[in-house]
């Protein structure tokens, strides 16, 4: 079964061809500047397939940019599959679900309702993913089956004291102001792949997944259930990230806005693009370059990574304490799989907790593995995620 995974932002389209049953790709690529120039990018998987990186496709709206990527699926010499008819359905990435949908579903116009009644929840991606979807539609055709994976929708069974803010109650009742949470495609991946490293079922364990790299969450998974997580009602929330400020005081906004002028647009821009790892170390939001930085004699860039580890650690520590114990800790995206230093870090300091890692085993990178020192009573695994997977296989299943 060949399933299309699309992710539609406002001007691109990231893709991926794959079958969930094998775990094989077969493509995958990225539309670019739709809507302007028209960027197109394949790479098919497949031995003696020609990769074409940034060709310029017309691609005026994102039909145009769909229509590409089949084109080139199907194309005569270096396409993957025969023809479209090999596509068995398409599953979206779609950001936020609000409180509609704790699982992904099958695409209806029901459906299509509920996620435009989510765009003031996510006004700069559930637009895109719509968008997204009724270009597959017009290309593909309505008999196509498409499935809708919402990153909140893991959260939703969060318990409603750790979901709601100390607000007047109206603002959840009349406008749905709570925490949702993101990134829950990969953290519900990566909590399925360590209860198989460890030869138990999800419902028998208490694990932590820490997602971390340009935008960063923290996860306390219960019994295969998420029951509190980092980022909040929008992605700004919970760690220092790349350049998202995460947790602050509010007032700091009232005094900034007060003294430099600012309205509440340019300060939220300021709180989202200018903060965070890249604000405090003045370097770059790329971890790698704060290292190098750091070494050269930077010490803000270190001080950045720094308040990023700190972060990480107080909130295993916090979650362990809401779960009443913890069976593992997981490390996943880009600096998770990668950041040996990071990973020492945060784990430096709770061996109390029963978390002590292999110094040897810890030098590894992007390979999934359990970097436990010996005797340790919690488990530190490294998992990849592989959110296009995750979707793939919900999608499949819904499709059958």
């Not at 699309?6 to 493509?27: D, M, T, V």
């Not at 919402?150 to 803010?165: I, N, S, V």
């Not at 600096?335 to 810890?362: C, P, Q, W, Y």
Request: charged fraction near 20%; charge should be negative.
């Amino acid at each position: 079964m060949n399933i299309l995974v699309i992710n539609a932002g406002s001007s691109s389209l990231k893709y991926q061809l794959l079958n969930p049953e094998s775990g094989e790709l077969l493509a995958k690529g990225l539309c670019e500047r739709i809507g302007i120039d028209g960027k197109f990018t394949y790479k098919p998987q497949i031995e003696g397939k020609e990769v074409l990186d940034a060709v310029d496709v017309a691609m005026p709206t994102h039909s145009e940019a769909i229509q590409a990527v089949m084109n080139a699926l199907v194309d005569e010499k270096n396409g993957v599959v025969a023809s479209m008819k090999e596509i068995d359905a398409v599953g979206h990435r779609v950001v936020h679900g609000g409180e509609a949908f704790n699982k992904s579903v099958l695409i209806t116009d029901e459906v299509m309702k509920a996620l435009e009644d989510c765009i003031p929840l996510a006004p700069l991606h559930n637009p895109a993913n719509i968008t997204g979807i009724n270009a597959c539609t017009a290309v593909m055709g309505a008999d196509v089956p498409q499935v809708a994976v919402f990153d909140t929708a893991f959260h939703q069974t969060m318990p409603a004291e750790a979901f709601l803010y100390g607000l007047p109650y109206e603002a959840y009742t009349d406008l749905m102001v709570r925490r949702y949470g993101f990134h829950g495609t990969s953290h519900k991946y990566v909590a399925g792949r360590a209860a198989a490293m460890l030869g138990k079922d999800a419902s028998e364990l208490k694990l932590i997944s820490c997602h971390l790299g340009n935008g960063s969450s923290v996860t306390a998974i219960d019994g295969g259930k998420s029951v509190d997580t980092s980022m909040g009602f929008t992605p700004l929330a919970g760690l220092p990230m790349g350049t998202r400020a995460g947790d602050l005081d509010a007032g700091i906004l009232e005094f900034l806005m007060n003294k430099y002028g600012m309205d509440i647009k340019e300060m939220v821009s300021i709180l989202n693009k200018k903060s965070g790892v890249q604000g405090v170390s003045g370097v770059s939001s790329d971890f790698r370059d704060l290292e190098n930085a750091f070494k050269d004699g930077n010490d803000r860039a270190g001080l950045a990574v720094d308040m990023f580890n700190y972060g990480v650690k107080k909130l295993i520590g916090s979650y362990a304490a809401a779960m009443g114990g913890v069976d593992a800790v997981i490390f996943t995206a880009g600096v998770g799989e990668n950041g040996g230093h990071n990973r020492a870090n945060i784990t430096s300091g709770l061996e109390f907790m029963g978390i002590k890692i292999d110094a040897e085993k810890n030098k590894i990178r992007g390979e999934e593995i359990d970097i436990s020192a010996e005797g340790a009573a919690v488990r530190t695994l490294v998992i990849p995620t592989n959110e296009e997977l995750m979707i793939a296989l919900d999608t499949a299943a819904l499709a059958k």
